[in-house]
């Protein structure tokens, strides 16, 4: 059997690519995918510490995951076309009518 | 097989009156055209029945849903906090949405729905049921922020908001799950059993979890460093839009990490008094600072509210009861003095011009006496000036620091209050010793006659006769 470690640090190698990604890519919608990565990262976690610790309530709080996350696919992906539709773009440095 | 736990719908009886109400009000939206005036009414009672039915247990505390939901002191008077704080927004927004044209029904069912997910926030136990309610009201303000869709600045304020409060998502969400491998539960109650022993308390992912948990919630209450979306969020959002998020979800926000770190993580206190006092401070030092420089009317109650979270933050370190008590009448009279000073920023605007700029203030002190006053004795509450209710809510939070010996962080936040007093008098200079630029179109309606009516009660009130709701406060 894999031990708990290794899923762990998959799962934060994971998280860390998800973080990078936010902070380097400046397309929202790669911004938004690298997001999800997180997010997915922290769903492997917690199945790993589900299945170690013999429960339940990682993999129900994990399907509780995958609903908000899509959910916020929906209400992110709206935001996302009704700025196109305004503006014609989706680089975060051409999105800056407001600063300091 | 997991047995199922019990199942006690009196104790959720606010939410699920608010959700129905919810949905009627989407409902009716569907008959009634454009003239959305019955919807106000809708909403209104839900929240006034939502309110009234978090009275329908009193044997407090009432535990349910397997120690996931408690109906308790805190989570009954942060429910009142909610209703008010929404019903004020909805109020605020009529006549702003005719002006401004916002002319979907959609609008008033998502404020009630942020509620709900405030109300839940508030009163779980469990980190699932946290992260649910974090989700709820966070997806309706990412809506709300933007629900002006023709207009950039709206559009780029909700972009921004969502993008950023997804990535602190993250953080919280990894956080959580560290906790919850580090303790085997979910549950706030649990992981406190679970952390008494020596074995786990040793566990490094614990700390990282914490961290983790910190920056979540820190983005959520926008406490620097992960303050950047505030200014440009509450600049963008439509101005009801931004006095409602000031107010309601964040209080939510501060409820639930009050509830995580002062009833779950006891024992880990030496850890995260260290970062949140750091937090705390750098977040008043930043937020005041940052507000000097603004001439943005919007930007600037941006920046105070920031400080603002930099003061509650010493409540959370604070802990005990008495730092309870202090969160719920800080919140409470911050919702006063924030709706108080948001609907005179909107009454001041008009079609077409908002009139944010500190400029567009100049001489409102003579124009509009009343006005000037009103605006003014709300900015000096924000303040902390005496006999303000600013004043007697931060005397109260800085009483429960210096109880449990944190008098170099006090110290550190009268000091902060002292430069923050800078920039509101800033405002009260323009109001009245510069000359008016332009004549003043005010409009007074009704409406927003009685918000600032209740802003002025609720400010003066407290500020003079704390006494009663202090005693309602306190557990």
Known sequence: MVPLTHYLIFSAVLFSIGVLGVLIRRNAIVVFMCVEIMLNAVNV???AFDRYL???DGQIFSFMVMCVAAAEVSVGLAIV??????KATVNLDEINLMKW | MIAAPEIDLISLAPVLVLSVFTML????DLFVGKNKSVLVFVALTGLLLAAVSSFAKTDWPVSSFGGSYVVDHMSVFFTMIFCLSSGLAILLSVDYNKRENIRVGEYYS???FCTVGMIILASSTDLIMIFLGIEIVSLCLYVLAGIRRGDTRSNEAALK???LGAFATGFLLYGMTLLYGATGTTKLAGIAEALSHAEVLSQPILVMGVVLLIAGFGFKVASVPFHMWTPDVYQGAPTPVTAF????PKAAAFAAFFRVFTTAMPELAPTWEVLLSIIAVTTMFVGNLGAIMQTNIKRLLAYSSISHAGYILIAIIAKGSLATSA?????????FMTFGAFSIVILLGRAGKENLELEDYSGLGFKAPLLGLAMSVFLLSLGGLPPLAGFVAKFYIFQAALNEGYVILVVLAVLNSAISLYYYLKVIVFMYMKEPKGDFQISLTPITLIIIIIGLIGTVQLGLFPGPVISLAHP
């Open chain 1, 81 to 86: 076309i009704a700025l196109f539709r305004n």
């Open chain 2, 161 to 163: 908001y969502f993008l």
């Open chain 1, 45 to 47: 976690s917690l199945i």
């Open chain 2, 110 to 112: 998502l404020i009630m």
């Open chain 2, 25 to 28: 009000v989407m409902l009716i």
């Open chain 2, 327 to 335: 969160l719920l009448f800080y919140m409470l009279s911050y919702t």
């Open chain 2, 245 to 248: 998020m000031a107010v309601g």
């Open chain 1, 54 to 56: 013999n429960q339940h």
